[in-house]
Structures are given as structure tokens and as C-alpha cells.
């Protein structure tokens, strides 16, 4: 079983930044996928952002490139979601995920834990 906490989130103004933060434990955690996803008010809940075990492949919605970044630090069981320039789409609760794995995958299906989800609020 894997635990997965997530921090960080907020109200924010349009330009801005804001870096979300996830811990998990309970499993290697070099041994698993870590994985953004958001979900909007009404809306399915969308991947965001993707970094395989080593931190060696990422990848990224296309809504998304050039504006978040996804890293990990093994030594500290910690994913993060560094996320710039801001806009009141980005507005959701956001979601961090892992599996254990070599691959990234993108779909909500494939994760098999997930944390408590944080919100994140652009305002214009």
C-alpha cells in the first residue's frame, strides 16, 4: 500500500506561480511513476504531467508545456509541480497519482494511488 500526501495549492492571481508538492511512502519510492492530474468543476479529471521513476522521462498535456514542471527528488519521497504563468483555466483541484512502474503513463486508469487532492484557485 502506498501512502500519497499532497501540499502546497491555493489562491493565486493570473501570472503567477504556485509549486505543488506530494510525498508518498509506504513502497520504494524510486520504484514508482508519479503522476499531476486536475479536475475542474464539472469536468473529468485530465493528466497534467508525468515523471517515470529515475526522473529521467517526463512528460506533458499540451495545454501545459512550457508552463509546469514536473520533478522528483527520490532521496525525499517527494514529487513536485512547479506551475508559471498562471491562468484562470488552470483553475481545479489537482490531483498527484503514483504506480509502480518503468513507463509513464498518462491515463487516470493506470494509477493505482492517489492523494487527497488540493485546490488550486487563478483568479483573473
Known amino acids: 500500500q502506498v501512502q500519497v500526501v499532497q501540499s502546497g495549492g491555493g489562491l493565486v492571481q493570473a501570472g503567477g506561480s504556485l509549486r505543488l508538492s506530494c510525498a508518498a511512502s509506504g513502497r520504494t519510492f524510486s520504484a514508482l511513476a508519479m503522476a499531476w492530474f486536475r479536475q475542474a468543476p464539472g469536468k473529468e479529471r485530465d493528466f497534467v504531467a508525468v515523471i517515470s521513476w529515475s526522473g529521467g522521462s517526463t512528460y506533458y498535456a499540451d495545454s501545459v508545456k512550457g508552463r509546469f514542471t514536473i520533478s522528483r527528488d527520490n532521496a525525499k519521497n517527494t514529487v513536485y509541480l512547479q506551475i508559471n504563468s498562471l491562468k484562470p483555466e488552470d483553475t481545479a483541484v489537482y490531483y498527484c497519482?503514483?504506480?509502480?512502474?518503468?513507463?509513464?503513463?498518462?491515463?487516470?486508469?493506470?494509477?493505482?494511488?492517489w492523494g487527497q487532492g488540493t485546490q488550486v484557485t487563478i483568479s483573473s
Open positions: 497519482a503514483a504506480t509502480p512502474g518503468l513507463g509513464v503513463p498518462t491515463r487516470a486508469y493506470e494509477y493505482d494511488y
